[in-house]
């Protein structure tokens, strides 16, 4: 038989856990929004380019993962097991989540280049967009 302190524990990890993820979520829609721009200037510029070929699923996978990862760290660590739960906590676990995984992901991408991320493009899995006019930038 599992103690009240320990399903206490789980239901603020799994708190944690959903709320960060949820934070990881309202970024995800934000870049979205900037691949779909990179998309269109890309197409724009000569070259044909859908949405689908700027994103990498296993990216965001991943970055659900550190989102929720970085939403339990904040629970664990900001509230106590068993205490009522205001809506300025749950919306900080939120923030945990959206400003972790954008933290880790930043340090990342600039420790080192990202495995598995295709040649000509960036960390996050989105390729760069094409110079105005379709040449080389000028010197």
Do not use: C, H
């Amino acid at each position: 038989m599992i103690s009240a302190p320990v399903v206490e524990w789980l239901q603020l990890i799994g708190l944690g856990a959903i709320v960060g993820a949820l934070g990881q979520g309202v970024r995800l829609i934000i870049g979205l929004k900037k691949v779909g721009d990179a998309a269109s200037a890309q197409t724009s510029a000569g070259t044909q380019t859908s949405m689908a070929d700027l994103v990498v699923g296993s990216r965001i996978l991943i970055s659900f993962i550190i989102g929720a990862i970085a939403g339990t760290i904040a629970a664990a660590t900001t509230i106590a097991p068993g205490a009522a739960i205001s809506p300025e906590q749950i919306m900080g676990l939120a923030a945990a989540g959206y400003a972790g995984a954008d933290f880790i992901e930043g340090f990342m991408s600039k420790a080192e280049p990202a495995v598995g991320t295709p040649a000509g493009q960036n960390a996050v899995g989105v390729a760069p967009p094409a110079p105005a006019g379709g040449g080389a930038a000028a010197a």
